[in-house]
């Protein structure tokens, strides 16, 4: 029996360095963001114009800092995605822009009884033990109750990430899917009470199978 009977990575991250984007430089993230936006193929729906963008923390990971967006379109869908960029120095600007979005109709205004409004994609992998493989997820939203202040994700009852509450927006990066386990988010108070708990797949009543959601 190891010391430690589960090998995952943990805070892999790092944590928020900026505030959330605002004057140039939001402009220059809308404009890669809607760029991805304009790419998704919605088949028979009608998304409708983009309304005002919401962004959330930035979170670096493998030299990439991912910074997620959201915005409700006129006809009440749901644009969800990030824009990622190689981070700049003090005289350098960032580069390698590349920025993913999708869309979904099941949104927060839709579903009353939802705590966290949550978005999630995944953006890499995770080899472990036995071959093992965790999907490495970037995770981004908002409580949908009062008096939070820090969001965890949790693998198994063991907190992988955290992000502490930017006007009520949080972004998480961690490890999902590994060894059976999936990733739950849980909402505190300062105190260190929970609040809120959602996990990452919703039930399918029908089936009684779990299916991956990229928006809860």
């Known amino acids: 029996m190891p010391v430690e009977p589960r090998l995952v990575p943990r805070f ?11 004057g140039r430089w939001a402009t220059t993230l809308e404009r890669h963001f809607l760029g991805a936006c304009d790419a998704i193929e919605p088949g028979e729906d009608e998304l409708g114009d983009p309304g005002e963008i919401a962004f ?11 910074v997620p967006a959201t915005t409700i379109t006129s006809n009440g869908y749901e644009l969800f995605g990030y824009v990622s ?10 580069t390698e822009f590349d920025a993913v979005a999708d869309y979904t109709a099941d949104t927060a205004q839709a579903n009353p009884d939802w705590e966290l409004d949550l978005c999630d994609e995944a953006i890499g992998s995770w ?14 939203g908002r409580p949908l109750v009062a008096g939070g202040a820090v969001v965890t994700g949790e693998l198994a009852d063991l907190t992988v990430d955290q992000c502490t509450l930017v006007m009520e927006r949080f972004t998480l990066l961690a490890p999902d899917s590994y060894r059976g386990d999936t990733l739950d988010c849980k909402l505190f108070d300062a105190k260190g009470t929970e609040l809120a708990r959602e996990s990452l797949y919703e039930d399918d009543e029908d089936s009684g199978e779990e299916d991956p959601g990229d928006d809860r």
């Open 56 to 66: 959330y923390p930035d979170r670096t990971w493998h030299g990439r800092t991912f």
């Open 85 to 94: 960029f190689r981070p700049g120095g003090e005289d350098r600007e960032p």
């Open 127 to 140: 080899r472990g033990e036995d071959g093992n493989i965790a999907t490495m997820t970037l995770v981004w």
């Open 12 to 22: 892999v991250a790092e944590p928020p360095q900026e505030p959330l984007p605002y």
